[in-house]
C-alpha cells in the first residue's frame, strides 16, 4: 500500500521518540509536511523535525495541562495555516486505583 500525503500538513503527539517518531517519519516519508509535538525532549524532537525536513517543526507542550491541547493545535496552526491529519499518540501511565485520580492527574 502506498500512501501519499503530499502536500498535507501533520500533527503527531509524542513524537520525539518511539512509536510517535516512526509515524512522524512516515508521514513525512509519504509526502506530510510533520508537526513534531513533545513534552520534554526537545532535542529528540528537533532531531526528529531536521530529519523530516520538508518544513516540519517540533512544538513543545505539556498535554495533561488545562488547555494545552488547545494551546498546542493554535500553534501548529499559526506556523502551518492548517492542520489535516492528527495523530493523538501521546500518553501517559499512572499506577493509581480506579476512581482515585482527579483532572490534576
Not at 85 to 102: C, E, F, I, Q, T
Amino acid at each position: 500500500m502506498t500512501l501519499d500525503l503530499s502536500g498535507q500538513h501533520v500533527l503527531v503527539t509524542g513524537a520525539s521518540r518511539g512509536i510517535g517518531r516512526a509515524v512522524a517519519e512516515a508521514m513525512s516519508a509519504a509526502g506530510a509536511r510533520v508537526a513534531v509535538h513533545y513534552h520534554r525532549r526537545r532535542e529528540a524532537a528537533q532531531a526528529v523535525a531536521e530529519a523530516a525536513g520538508d518544513g516540519a517543526r517540533a512544538f513543545q507542550a505539556d498535554l495533561a495541562a488545562d488547555g494545552a491541547a488547545g494551546a498546542l493545535f493554535d500553534d501548529v496552526l499559526g506556523a502551518f495555516g492548517r492542520v489535516d491529519v492528527l495523530v493523538n499518540n501521546a500518553g501517559v501511565a499512572r499506577s493509581l486505583p480506579l476512581g482515585a485520580s482527579g483532572n490534576d492527574d
